[in-house]
């Protein structure tokens, strides 16, 4: 096992298996094949066959994608080949063979393949309901949908009925031109009420106007509350000016009532109203969730208005109220009512978290702070031979890691990680950290309880580097530690959607 065989062994296999991927990308076949043999009992060496049958996928017969599937079950990869041979066989239009290979964790695209495999082949029974939970969804599905989703309105008896559904869904998830897409399936009186719809989605404010006179209908209702979520988003004093207006007009039901004014509050406190305070408080408790709650808490946090804080923080949900923060600003707010007493007693219990409030506690009382530092495993704790025997996917995320192959490296490590324990997760973390691995150990140790493990949550690599550079441009060096942090956590090769690379995120210009 590669876990127990020297550096220089292990060194060895990598430098056949990096020869042996350049062979292959040189179509050097007989090199590769060579290669390969070379790397028998080498935990990485199914990527390899991996990669040279991904090649040839469109040309590979069923016998072996099946033994290949069978054989690298619980691999990452398993599931990518799976996808690639099911595209293959939806282009051959070999629709028996693909539902014998079809697994329903596929994503959309491939289920709703399987759907059109299903009508060709005539296998009909339950189709409808099952296209109906992919319909029903207010984003745009693949192309490969379309045939199953012609099938379902054509043949669905409350065809009309789904196709509201899944425009107001699609107006909720912010799609209008989705929803004015579907709207062209309905009836030339329906498609201008989707029209309408699509005006209050883009001009909300003129469109409630226009609707104050309407004649009172459901659609209309939708419409309305539809607009009135829009705008108070933007203006929520506009909103409800026009809510006060409409809403004896129309017999809007409760719960559009309900979502109304909890979107008119909660956009108020958003923007910072004056108004907002007394907003969220007449909301029903129904209607206070949690963002509702801290809002009202931060208002009167803001404006200093301490009995009314401690009675927002005490009607807090229960994980809220135990929160660090609202127990500090609770004994903040008795403090400045002068109840000592009271608030003493919370800075004293709050000053052993070791915590920013708890830190803010304890000098409130002049106390030190509690900074009970874990005593860090260390590879001296247990044998990486051992563990990474007993966990092969961790044994092959190394070497991919090792490899330069960081995307099957993430996937082998965190299909690992969600068969661990607490304390294995920790021993993975310790041994991401041994490996300079960081992000990955980060990663994985804030999955545990080991909230003080400091070495492992906030490590300092490249530590001549940093001091170096903090030096010679008069930078304290915990600053470029934290920037490194927050930006990439320790990854060199970090690079953002925008561009930005490295280790701070840098911009290349």
């Not at 020869?19 to 043999?37: G, I, P, V, W």
């Not at 490899?403 to 299909?415: C, G, I, M, P, S």
């Not at 324990?421 to 991401?432: G, M, N, P, Q, R």
Request: hydrophobic share 40%; aromatic share 12%; with cysteine.
């Amino acid at each position: 096992m590669l876990s127990s065989q020297s550096p220089a062994s292990i060194e060895k296999q990598r430098l056949i298996f990096h020869d042996a991927s350049q062979a292959l990308k040189n179509q050097q076949f007989s090199k590769f094949d060579r290669l390969y043999d070379q790397l028998d009992g080498y935990p990485a060496q199914a990527y390899l066959k991996y990669d040279a049958l991904k090649r040839r996928v469109h040309k590979a017969s069923r016998s072996e994608i099946t033994e290949f599937l069978n054989t690298y079950e619980d691999y990452p990869f398993n599931y990518h080949l799976r996808a690639k041979w099911l595209s293959v066989l939806a282009r051959r239009q070999d629709w028996r063979n693909y539902l014998v290979y079809f697994d329903n964790r596929e994503n959309t695209r491939y289920k709703c393949l399987a759907f059109q495999a299903r009508l060709n082949l005539g296998f009909y029974e339950n189709i409808n309901e099952e296209i109906k939970k992919v319909w029903l969804r207010g984003y745009s599905q693949p192309k490969q949908c379309d045939q199953a989703f012609k099938y379902f309105i054509e043949t669905y008896p409350q065809a009309e009925e789904v196709i509201w559904l899944r425009i107001d869904k699609a107006f909720k998830a912010r799609r209008p031109s989705l929803a004015r897409y579907l709207g062209k399936k309905l009836e030339e009186e329906d498609r201008a009420v989707v029209d309408t719809w699509y005006q209050a989605h883009l001009r909300p404010e003129r469109s409630l106007k226009n609707l104050a006179n309407a004649t009172d209908s459901m659609r209309t209702r939708q419409i309305i509350a539809h607009a009135l979520d829009r705008l108070a988003r933007k203006d929520s004093l506009g909103a409800r000016d026009l809510w006060i207006e409409l809403e004896p007009r129309f017999e809007f039901d409760q719960d559009q009532k309900n979502r109304v004014n909890q979107r008119i509050a909660l956009s108020a406190a958003y923007q910072h109203l004056p108004i907002a305070g007394e907003l969220l408080s007449a909301l029903p408790d129904e209607l206070k969730n949690d963002r509702a709650h801290l809002w009202l808490a931060r208002i009167y946090l803001r404006n200093q208005d301490w009995q009314r804080l401690i009675d927002t923080i005490d009607s807090m949900p229960a994980h809220l109220r135990q929160e660090n923060e609202w127990q500090y600003w609770w004994a903040r707010a008795f403090e400045s009512l002068d109840f000592e007493v009271k608030s003493s007693e919370r800075y004293v219990t709050l000053a052993t978290q070791s915590s920013y409030y708890g830190f803010l506690a304890a000098d409130k009382m002049k106390l030190p702070y509690s900074i009970e530092q874990e005593n860090a495993a260390t590879m001296a704790d247990f044998s990486e031979s051992e563990f990474l025997t007993a966990n092969p996917h961790l044994l092959r995320a190394r070497e991919l890691y090792f490899l330069d192959r960081q995307v099957d490296a993430r996937r082998e490590w965190f299909q690992a990680i969600r068969h661990l324990d607490a304390s294995e997760i920790k021993k993975a973390a310790v041994l991401a950290s041994s490996w300079k691995w960081y992000d990955s150990a980060i990663r994985t140790v804030a999955k545990t309880s080991h909230r003080s493990d400091f070495s492992l949550r906030f490590p300092m690599p490249f530590k001549q580097q940093v001091f170096d550079h903090a030096d010679a441009r008069q930078l304290d060096p915990s600053v470029i530690y934290g920037v490194m942090r927050r930006e990439s956590l320790f990854d060199p090769m970090a690079r953002s959607s925008v561009g930005a690379l490295g280790l701070m995120q840098l911009m290349p210009s």
